[in-house]
């Protein structure tokens, strides 16, 4: 079982450059999704995938974010022009049908 | 749309009490119930699920929790703590006919004491 793996763990960048993280769900799982959690806080659902279709994106996926699920395997998520308000762990998760979704370790972004 | 309030911020207890971790939730439609315990700098892992069926549901680590619809509540418990206990915990809700995303409380941050 090698779990839900994401790369890199951690990522400095300086605002105003793009990020890209990528996640590797459990190999038979269908259903993708990512989260993001601020200090102190719990997760906040960001974008979902059921196979290579992306279903659904909360309002917090601003423009500049954007996810792809190609050929329904591994997922990178994109953050264009990071902004210090980017500044958060991004949880990637993983499930086969509708429940019991499976965490990565995260991956921290710091922007400065 | 569903909401998950997490009365406590901080539970301190000493090494071998019991503690009770609560959780209320808000829905208009059926859900499902989870429990996750986050290590420092770790990813989420879970704990129990109430999917149906009975309302006490045991998980891993001795931890477990009962669902009252009626009080709309999912309390965590455990009988007896132990210092690797010590985590931040968070009640999540999703609703059952749609992708399933999870809903966060904020979590409670278990803390034990030797």
């Known amino acids: ?112 | 749309a569903q909401s998950v309030t997490q009365l406590d911020s901080q539970v301190p207890v000493f090494e071998e009490a019991p503690v009770e971790l609560r959780c209320n939730y808000s829905s208009s439609v059926s859900v499902y119930l989870f429990w996750y315990v986050q290590y420092p700098n770790q990813g989420l892992q879970l704990l129990l699920k109430y999917l149906s069926g009975s309302t006490l549901v045991k998980g891993i680590n001795g931890f477990e929790a009962e669902f009252n619809k009626s009080q709309t509540s999912f309390h965590l418990r455990k009988p007896s703590v132990h210092i690797s206990d010590t985590a931040e915990y968070f009640c999540a809700v999703s609703d059952n006919n749609a992708g399933n995303m999870l809903t966060f409380g904020g979590g409670t941050r278990l803390m034990v004491k030797p």
């Not at chain 1, 300086?14 to 038979?28: A, H, L, Y």
């Open chain 1, 1 to 112: 079982d090698t779990g839900v793996s994401q790369n890199p763990r951690h990522k400095i960048t300086k605002r105003g450059q793009n990020v890209t993280f990528r996640c590797d769900p459990i190999s038979e799982h269908n259903r993708l999704y990512w989260y993001r959690q601020t200090l102190g806080q719990g997760p906040e659902f960001l974008t979902y995938f059921q196979n290579e279709a992306q279903l659904e994106k909360s309002r917090l996926l601003s423009d500049r974010f954007s996810a792809e699920r190609p050929k329904g395997s591994f997922s990178t998520l994109e953050i264009q022009r990071t902004e210090q308000g980017d500044s958060a762990m991004y949880l990637c998760a993983s499930s086969l049908g509708p429940v019991g979704a499976f965490f990565g370790q995260g991956t921290r972004l710091t922007v400065v």
